[in-house]
C-alpha cells in the first residue's frame, strides 16, 4: 500500500524495533502528526485476557484531568426532577419515551446515552439499536446513575470509556495532538492507571502485553510498559 510523503517522513522519525518510555512516545506522537486537522492522539493496549470469558472482562471509565479535547453531546433519559437536573447540568437533549421514539426513527445526534436506573426498562427496547454502537447505559462506566449532575458533568469535563473487545485490545483517545505533552503524559497515565487496576483476578501471566501511542494519520509508537 503507498503512503503519503507526511506518513513516510513520520515513518523515519521512529525506531520499529525500540520500545519508547511514555514521555518520549508522547514527544514523538506530536511531531509525527502533521496533517491539516487536529488530530486525536489514541493508546492501544493489549492485554493478556481471554475476553471470551465474563471473569476477564475488562471495562470501565475514567475522567481524563486534561478532558479529550472533543465536545460531546449528551442525550439523558430521565423523567421529572431528574429531568431537570439533567437540563441544569448541560445535558444538550433530555426527555424519556419522546427520545427513545426518535431513536427508534434513526435519529443519532448524541455521543453519549445517561439514564436513571428507573428509565432502564424502556433504554432496554434500544439494545439491538445503542449496543452495537457501545452507545448502551451502563452502570460500570457510570452512565446508568441517579446522580444525573455528576454523570453529565464527568462526561463533559473528559470521561473516557475503555473496553476490551473481542481481540483482547482496549482502544481509546487520550487528547489531541494540540495538547501539551504535560497535558497528554498525565492523561496516558491516568488511563493506564485506571486500566491496570482493573486487572481481572482471572487473568494469567502478564497483564499488559503490548501498548501502541499514536495520532490519527501519524504511525504508531510502540511503549516500554513496564514504564506504567
Sequence with gaps: MKKGKKYTDSFKLIDRSKQYDPEEAVSLVKQTAKAKFDETVEISVRLGVDPRHAD???????????????????????KGDKAAEATAAGAEYVGAEDMIAKIQGGWFGFDVVVATPDMMGLVGRLGRVLGPKGLMPNPKSGTV???VTKAVHDIKAGKVEYRVDKT?????????????????????RTL???????????????YIRSAVLSSTMGPGIKLNSLKF
Design 56 to 78: 476477564q472482562q475488562v471495562r470501565g471509565a475514567v475522567v481524563l484531568p486534561n478532558g479529550t479535547g472533543k465536545k460531546v453531546t449528551v442525550l439523558v433519559i430521565a
Design 192 to 206: 493506564m492507571e485506571a486500566i491496570i487496576k482493573a486487572k481481572p483476578a482471572a487473568a494469567k501471566g502478564t
Design 145 to 147: 446513575s441517579m446522580d
Design 168 to 188: 483482547a485490545i482496549i482502544h481509546c483517545p487520550v487528547g489531541k495532538a494540540s495538547f501539551t505533552e504535560t497535558q497528554l503524559n498525565e492523561n496516558l
